[in-house]
């Protein structure tokens, strides 16, 4: 009779567990910090700095979304990524003249 091997909670596990968590409160605070600075003038909706932010929290979300089987969210931030990529494209161009 072959014995069962049970795996036990590893500190690898743990700590991915966290690094996921970092990353979606990341996505969280990116999405609100680039409102934030744009509703109060801070920065101009066209900035690098506000798509960047825009395009790298969104991304936070959708990882930790599709982690914890939390679809709808992981969805709408794909699209907001995507869009945050054109528009990062577009300012990348403009601002090498082509």
């Known amino acids: 009779m072959k014995k069962r091997v049970?795996?036990?909670s590893t500190s690898l596990q743990y700590h991915h567990g966290i690094l996921a968590e970092i990353i979606g409160w990341y996505?969280?605070?990116?999405?609100?910090?680039?409102?934030a600075l744009v509703s109060f003038g801070a920065i101009a909706s066209s900035s690098l700095l506000y798509q960047v932010l825009n395009g790298t929290g969104?991304?936070?979300?959708?990882y930790i979304s599709f982690k914890k089987k939390n679809y709808q969210p992981g969805v709408l931030n794909?699209?907001?990524?995507?869009?945050?990529?054109?528009?990062?494209?577009g300012i990348v161009l403009a601002s090498a003249n082509f």
């Not at 996505?27 to 409102?35: E, R």
């Not at 969104?58 to 959708?62: K, P, Q, T």
């Not at 794909?78 to 494209?89: C, D, P, R, S, T």
Request: hydrophobic content about 70%.
């Open 6 to 8: 049970e795996y036990k």
């Open 27 to 35: 996505g969280t605070v990116a999405l609100v910090l680039a409102y």
């Open 58 to 62: 969104a991304l936070g979300i959708v």
């Open 78 to 89: 794909i699209i907001w990524a995507i869009i945050a990529l054109i528009a990062i494209g």
